[in-house]
Structure formats: structure tokens, C-alpha cells
């Protein structure tokens, strides 16, 4: 299992994945051997896919997506903090840690989510399915096609 931890505290198990929003600071922490997948995504952010012919009760539903409660770390000790802007890395230091403020108003947090609860939508009679039954959040361009 692994902690994500920024202004709130989330822990991922195996199986889960989470969703950080661009401009918030995270860290993670790991026991044990692990392993993970880092994907960034520009212009949009992830969105639940549009169901279509399938229903409401398919795929992922929207009360399965979990968000943490606020906490906060209360830490004297040096930090470098990484930030990514226009493309390139920063870093910067600070004798505090950047977790030491419980200030979270809104729904601009981070997310995760348990794939066990994805409900599999399959045909098998001759040939399969459009892949994108298996989507679980997308990312939509702005370009149309």
C-alpha cells in the first residue's frame, strides 16, 4: 500500500488508483516493494466517460470515486519541494514541511478509486466489443475525431 500524501491524506491499496489535480503538492510514501504509473495530462482533466446505449449502471459510478479528509503533517525538518512549470523542473527548500496547513474548501482534491468496483460490460457471442467498455475515466481533447 502506499500513502498520498498533500493537504489531505489518502492511502492506496493494491488494485486502487488516485487522481491528483494539477497545482497540488503531493508526496508519496511506499512500504515494501511497489510498483507505479505516472500519467500527465494537458488542456483537460479526467472525466467519467459518456455511457451511451449502456445506462446509468455501468462501468465506473460516480459513488465509488473516493476523496480524503483533511489532515495535516507537523514537521520541522528540511524539505525540497519539485515543481513542474512550462515544462521544466524547479526545486526549492524549506525548513518546514509543505503538509503543515489544513486549509480545503471545495471539490479541487484528489481522488482514487478501487477497480473492483468496475461493472465489466462484455459481449462474447462472435466477436468482442468496442475497447472503450473498459474505460474507466477519459480525457476528452479539444479537438472533435
Known amino acids: 500500500s502506499s500513502g498520498i500524501n498533500a493537504e489531505y491524506g489518502l ?10 489535480q494539477q497545482g497540488i503538492r503531493f508526496k508519496v510514501d511506499v512500504s515494501g516493494p511497489s510498483r507505479g504509473y505516472i500519467l500527465e495530462v494537458w488542456g483537460n482533466h479526467f472525466v467519467l466517460p459518456n455511457l451511451g446505449p449502456i445506462g446509468a449502471n455501468g462501468l465506473a459510478n460516480p459513488r465509488d470515486f473516493l476523496t ?9 525538518t528540511p524539505h525540497v519541494i519539485l515543481a513542474k512549470f512550462q515544462g521544466k523542473m524547479f526545486n526549492a527548500r524549506q525548513d518546514h514541511s509543505p503538509f503543515d496547513v489544513v486549509a480545503w474548501h471545495g471539490n479541487y482534491a484528489p481522488y482514487k478509486y478501487n477497480l ?30
Open 116 to 145: 473492483k468496483n468496475f461493472m465489466v460490460i462484455n459481449a462474447t457471442a462472435f466477436d468482442h466489443a468496442d475497447p472503450s467498455i473498459f474505460t474507466v475515466l477519459t480525457c476528452p481533447g479539444n479537438l472533435v475525431g
Open 11 to 20: 492511502e492506496v491499496a493494491p488494485n486502487e488508483f488516485c487522481v491528483i
Open 68 to 76: 480524503p479528509v483533511s489532515c495535516y503533517e507537523d514537521l520541522d
